[in-house]
């Protein structure tokens, strides 16, 4: 063998070894941390043409985070860990702006669950408001019966491959405005006004990303485990008044 030959063949082993050692492979797991939140204005639900029966989120073959004491694989992560925190505050700082969730969780690589998300305001099935909750707070939903509603409910999927793909299904659902149409009968005015946010984005780490439809949004953040830094790619909203 010539000495060409044996550095040449000892090169490419190295770049081999450094190229699959454990510093460039994918992380075994990674947070997901999700914000989700409304714009409050009435003139938002007049100035658009909505549909009459919007596809449902798949919630019945979602899985539901649990605290962290429970036996199950996807737990909700405490408060203390949120790294959307600043994005929180200056959205609770706005008019109009109304913070419906903001969770977080660590999912495993090569899992792509479907993640159940709900938050923000209860109603009964007459559209009467309950009360407020979440996964972090005591909810009535408990004391309440099967066909209460979520004011935000719906699903997450990330999947992991060269980029994460984030398939988002969320649905906003408020009480809805008294019709114009005073001939209208009681039974024929819909109880509930019902928006769904359907959209798929990819996603680098680290990342801030931002889901916009014109009732709501939602802003998504994945980021390796016990890393601290992120950065955003989109603003929290395009609106009038951005956070």
Known sequence: MN?????????????????????????????????????????????????????????????????????TSYHYLPTSSFKLTPEERRLRAIPNYQVLLHTAWIQNKGEAPLIHLFGGGIYDETGHFIGNGNLYEPSPLQQSTNSSQWEVDGTLQVSAEQYYKVNANVMLTIPAPPSRNAWFRREETPIFSRFVLQQIQRMKPQELHYFDHPMFGMLVMISKVGDESGTSNAPPSPKQNTP
């Open 3 to 71: 000495t060409f030959s044996f550095y040449l063949k000892t090169l490419v082993f190295l770049t081999f070894c450094f190229l699959f050692s454990p510093a460039w492979s994918e992380p075994s797991s990674y947070e997901v941390e999700v914000l989700i939140f409304k714009y409050a204005d009435p003139q938002n639900i007049q100035g658009e043409i909505w549909p009459k029966n919007p596809p449902l989120p798949p919630i019945s073959r979602a899985i539901s985070l649990q605290p962290s004491e429970a036996t």
